[in-house]
């Protein structure tokens, strides 16, 4: 390609609300261009990239047996309904209507419409197993759409779906994509950690995310420095800590706290440490058809980990609740205890079976020392987020929080969908059964910004070698140096004719300019033809060191090739 006819309008100011490096650099280096909140166009260099992404995972999943399909971006809400989908996805499933008042959903994912299309086909388990994708546009209307690529509402997705006769091949099925994103990683040159994560709305057992190393990561990861374990922080799990007890010099039962709520007040009140208090923590959860207030309790010097409290009452998010709302519901906050309570409640479980803790006596001024958790027939779940510091429930030693950027998320789903679909086969007794299902989602747009969030310098893109559009530029000084642009021109098309990916920057700009160009767009190398060519050198310059190394003009070819 030469320079002079490519369409990359590369620009020297990002807009406003770019506020990462990769959003910064896609937009400045006319990769992509926004369309609307959360959606983007791709231009030539930026739809370069994404098939080479998307081809690397094509390869990747061809190698393992995986068969590519591609399924209709819009699907019918009844499929969503028989999943029970419908109602529980909440505002993020955009649902609309035709002219015949048929309703549709756009597609955010597409468990349903994989199992529709399977479930009269494969009536045996001899057909099994399974393991189906595609590489197709996906729809979420996302709260909040942000930093370019990473969160949008329209994105490309691999997303895929496995199909077994029992949970032993989905298990094998679910190594193999685990090994198998792996690879996909390795080979685009990101740096990544498999993480244990929360199962989300669509349910199921199993589940691991790819989680990219990127210190702009919106996902908290919690790594052990002494050995492999890995889990997303809405995920992950603590060895119990040796909390040292105390007890208030007042004696058990209830004591005057007036006018105390917080947890620092009454523990320095009592002079107890907080860890020997209980906290109550108040949520209105949101379901899709009611909301109710919810108490959780955790220690006192705990914090509530959003995600596992949505998962323990099965919510579909929180919303706020006033002071006021919670009088009206006669709850005194900053007083309330898990003893005798109407509301629906839960209890950390690392607090099961424990005693001798200051709590709320669901009273007003009033708490209450000496609570005993033994023998309560509460509802214990884990419920806190793990901390820097805490120690690794598999190894003992130090967990340590990084940042991280999802790039895929792996589920053993089990028979969730097929059950709910009716979606059987006969087994090798000739009885119906649900298929056992896995499904596997890959973000390929979200990709293209990883690449340059892990890869980037204050000048612009570093591209891996699998992901670069160009491998190479070549840099025409002065195109008006007509040995200058014959030498390029001669150059370019012998790498193009040895399959070297190449582009010429032939355009009549000054060199400074095509040269914050290259640095902006990121290709590995460039060849400089300039004044030395009079003398018999060009010049390479690694984009990641800017180094430049002179070299004989004669032997550029064979080095270019070399490297
Ligand atoms: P997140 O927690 O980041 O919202 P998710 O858990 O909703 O992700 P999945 O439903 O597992 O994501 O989707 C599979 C993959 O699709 C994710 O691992 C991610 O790479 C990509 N993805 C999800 N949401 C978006 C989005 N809004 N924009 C771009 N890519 C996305
Ligand atoms: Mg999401």
Same mark, same amino acid.
């Given at each position: 390609?030469?320079?002079?006819?490519?369409?990359?309008?590369?620009?020297?100011?990002?807009?406003?609300?770019?506020?990462?490096?990769?959003?910064?650099?896609?937009?400045?280096?006319?990769?992509?261009?926004?369309?609307?909140?959360?959606?983007?166009?791709?231009?030539?260099?930026?739809?370069?990239?994404?098939?080479?992404?998307?081809?690397?995972?094509?390869?990747?999943?061809?190698?393992?047996?995986?068969?590519?399909?591609?399924?209709?971006?819009?699907?019918?809400?009844?499929?969503?309904?028989?999943?029970?989908?419908?109602?529980?996805?909440?505002?993020?499933?955009?649902?609309?209507?035709?002219?015949?008042?048929?309703?549709?959903?756009?597609?955010?994912?597409?468990?349903?419409?994989?199992?529709?299309?399977?479930?009269?086909?494969?009536?045996?388990?001899?057909?099994?197993?399974?393991?189906?994708?595609?590489?197709?546009?996906?729809?979420?209307?996302?709260?909040?759409?942000?930093?370019?690529?990473?969160?949008?509402?329209?994105?490309?997705?691999?997303?895929?779906?496995?199909?077994?006769?029992?949970?032993?091949?989905?298990?094998?099925?679910?190594?193999?994509?685990?090994?198998?994103?792996?690879?996909?990683?390795?080979?685009?040159?990101? #740096?990544?950690?498999?993480?244990?994560? &929360?199962? %989300?709305? +669509? /349910?199921?057992?199993?589940? $691991?995310?790819? =989680?990219?190393?990127?210190?702009?990561?919106?996902?908290?990861?919690?790594?052990?420095?002494?050995?492999?374990?890995?889990?997303?922080?809405?995920?992950?799990?603590?060895?119990?800590?040796?909390?040292?007890?105390?007890?208030?010099?007042?004696?058990?039962?209830?004591?005057?706290?007036?006018?105390?709520?917080?947890?620092?007040?009454?523990?320095?009140?009592?002079?107890?440490?907080?860890?020997?208090?209980?906290?109550?923590?108040?949520?209105?959860?949101?379901?899709?058809?009611?909301?109710?207030?919810?108490?959780?309790?955790?220690?006192?010097?705990?914090?509530?980990?959003?995600?596992?409290?949505?998962?323990?009452?099965?919510?579909?998010?929180?919303?706020?609740?006033?002071?006021? #709302?919670?009088?009206?519901?006669?709850? &005194?906050? %900053?007083? +309330? /205890?898990?003893?005798?309570? $109407?509301?629906? =409640?839960?209890?950390?479980?690392?607090?099961?079976?424990?005693?001798?803790?200051?709590?709320?006596?669901?009273?007003?001024?009033?708490?209450?020392?000496?609570?005993?958790?033994?023998?309560?027939?509460?509802?214990?779940?884990?419920?806190?987020?793990?901390?820097?510091?805490?120690?690794?429930?598999?190894?003992?030693?130090?967990?340590?929080?990084?940042?991280?950027?999802?790039?895929?998320?792996?589920?053993?789903?089990?028979?969730?969908?097929?059950?709910?679909?009716?979606?059987?086969?006969?087994?090798?007794?000739?009885?119906?059964?649900?298929?056992?299902?896995?499904?596997?989602?890959?973000?390929?747009?979200?990709?293209?910004?990883?690449?340059?969030?892990?890869?980037?310098?204050?000048?612009?893109?570093?591209?891996?070698?699998?992901?670069?559009?160009?491998?190479?530029?070549?840099?025409?000084?002065?195109?008006?140096?007509?040995?200058?642009?014959?030498?390029?021109?001669?150059?370019?098309?012998?790498?193009?004719?040895?399959?070297?990916?190449?582009?010429?920057?032939?355009?009549?700009?000054?060199?400074?300019?095509?040269?914050?160009?290259?640095?902006?767009?990121?290709?590995?190398?460039?060849?400089?033809?300039?004044?030395?060519?009079?003398?018999?050198?060009?010049?390479?310059?690694?984009?990641?060191?800017?180094?430049?190394?002179?070299?004989?003009?004669?032997?550029?070819?064979?080095?270019?090739?070399?490297?």
């Amino acid at each position: 390609m030469r320079f002079s006819k490519l369409f990359a309008p590369t620009t020297k100011d990002a807009p406003k609300d770019a506020l990462l490096p990769s959003h910064i650099f896609l937009i400045r280096g006319g990769f992509i261009s926004q369309v609307g909140s959360g959606i983007y166009n791709f231009l030539p260099l930026g739809k370069i990239v994404l098939d080479k992404i998307k081809n690397v995972v094509k390869q990747e999943l061809d190698c393992i047996d995986a068969q590519e399909t591609q399924l209709g971006f819009i699907t019918p809400s009844e499929l969503w309904k028989e999943s029970g989908r419908y109602d529980k996805f909440g505002k993020e499933l955009l649902r609309f209507k035709d002219r015949k008042s048929n309703e549709f959903v756009l597609g955010p994912t597409h468990e349903e419409a994989m199992v529709d299309l399977v479930r009269s086909r494969v009536k045996s388990y001899k057909q099994l197993p399974l393991n189906l994708y595609q590489i197709n546009i996906k729809f979420r209307d996302e709260a909040r759409p942000r930093y370019g690529l990473l969160r949008g509402r329209e994105f490309l997705m691999k997303d895929g779906y496995s199909f077994h006769e029992d949970e032993e091949d989905l298990k094998r099925e679910f190594s193999k994509m685990q090994l198998c994103y792996e690879n996909i990683l390795k080979r685009l040159g990101l #740096e990544y950690r498999v993480v244990d994560a &929360d199962s %989300g709305a +669509i /349910g199921g057992s199993g589940s $691991k995310e790819i =989680m990219v190393l990127a210190d702009n990561g919106e996902d908290d990861i919690v790594v052990c420095e002494g050995c492999d374990y890995a889990a997303n922080i809405e995920a992950a799990k603590r060895k119990k800590p040796d909390f040292e007890k105390s007890q208030p010099k007042q004696g058990s039962g209830k004591i005057h706290t007036p006018d105390l709520k917080t947890i620092e007040e009454i523990s320095s009140f009592l002079e107890i440490k907080p860890s020997s208090m209980v906290k109550a923590v108040v949520k209105k959860a949101i379901y899709s058809d009611n909301e109710e207030i919810v108490l959780f309790f955790i220690r006192g010097c705990d914090v509530l980990q959003e995600t596992k409290a949505l998962s323990a009452c099965g919510a579909i998010e929180f919303a706020d609740i006033s002071e006021n #709302e919670l009088d009206n519901l006669g709850i &005194d906050a %900053g007083f +309330i /205890g898990p003893n005798s309570q $109407k509301l629906k =409640m839960f209890v950390d479980l690392e607090l099961s079976n424990e005693k001798d803790f200051v709590c709320g006596a669901n009273e007003k001024d009033y708490h209450i020392s000496g609570f005993s958790f033994v023998d309560k027939n509460f509802e214990y779940v884990d419920l806190i987020m793990v901390q820097e510091g805490d120690l690794c429930s598999c190894c003992g030693r130090e967990l340590k929080i990084t940042k991280g950027i999802e790039v895929g998320h792996i589920f053993m789903l089990g028979d969730t969908y097929s059950k709910a679909l009716n979606a059987t086969f006969l087994d090798r007794n000739g009885k119906a059964k649900p298929y056992i299902m896995g499904t596997y989602g890959m973000g390929i747009s979200r990709l293209v910004a990883v690449m340059i969030e892990q890869h980037h310098d204050e000048k612009g893109c570093l591209w891996s070698k699998e992901s670069t559009p160009f491998a190479l530029s070549i840099i025409v000084s002065n195109v008006k140096d007509k040995e200058q642009l014959s030498f390029a021109q001669t150059l370019y098309e012998k790498l193009q004719n040895a399959g070297v990916e190449v582009l010429l920057d032939d355009r009549a700009e000054r060199f400074g300019f095509k040269m914050s160009d290259f640095e902006l767009l990121g290709f590995p190398k460039a060849v400089i033809v300039g004044k030395g060519l009079a003398t018999g050198e060009v010049q390479i310059v690694d984009r990641k060191t800017l180094e430049k190394t002179s070299i004989e003009k004669d032997k550029i070819f064979d080095k270019l090739m070399e490297i």
